[in-house]
Structure formats: structure tokens, C-alpha cells
Nanobody, 117 residues
């Protein structure tokens, strides 16, 4: 069973940047579509960005397209989310997992991202 461990969150001012990391164990990230999701208080998990396993095709939610970039290091079996020009509405707990969100029976601990001045 694949497991994901997220890191890299923190407190950042509006307009700032953060890079999140996600290390997978139990299977290779290149074997399936995987990506980043976020959950704000009282909300469902929202898809942020996904990357295809074999071809690396990327998908971004409209709310982050042009600001966030998903990438992957197959040698490290690690996925990244570079977040630029952050906005207060990006505040959430960020998780990585298989795409789409319904493919995940369980979620990891996630990493908190807070955008505030």
C-alpha cells in the first residue's frame, strides 16, 4: 500500500512562495497519476495539481494555474509543489496522493500552509 509523507508548509506573507515535498513509499510515483490536494477547514479535499505517471502530463486547478508548478524526481520518488504568488485563500492543509482524490482511502498528515500578513 502506497504511503505519502508531506513536508514544507509554513507561514508566508501574501505574494510569497513555498515549496512542498512529498515522499512516497510502497510504490513508484511514476507508476500512477499522483498530485496535490488541499483541505480548508470545513471543506472537502480539493484537487490542486496532478501529474500523470508515465507521461508526466500535468493538470492544475483554475485557482492555481500560472502560480503553482508540480514536479517529480523519480530517482528520489519525491513529488514537489512550487507555490508562488501565494494568496490568503491558498491557506489550507496540503496533502499528496493518487489522482483523482477518490482513489485515496486514507490521507497522510498533510502539511499546513498559512498565507497571512
Amino acid at each position: 500500500q502506497v504511503q505519502f509523507v508531506e513536508s514544507g508548509g509554513g507561514l508566508v506573507q501574501p505574494g510569497g512562495s513555498l515549496r512542498l515535498s512529498c515522499t512516497a513509499s510502497g510504490s513508484a510515483l511514476s507508476d500512477y497519476a499522483a498530485g496535490w490536494f488541499r483541505q480548508a477547514p470545513g471543506q472537502e479535499h480539493e484537487g490542486v495539481a496532478c501529474m500523470g505517471g508515465s507521461d508526466g502530463t500535468t493538470y492544475y486547478a483554475d485557482s492555481v494555474r500560472g502560480r503553482f508548478v508540480i514536479s517529480r524526481d523519480n530517482a528520489k520518488n519525491t513529488m514537489y509543489l512550487q507555490m508562488n504568488r501565494l494568496k490568503p485563500e491558498d491557506t489550507a492543509v496540503y496533502y499528496c496522493g493518487q489522482c483523482p482524490a477518490g482513489s485515496n482511502e486514507n490521507w497522510g498528515q498533510g502539511t499546513q500552509v498559512t498565507v497571512s500578513s
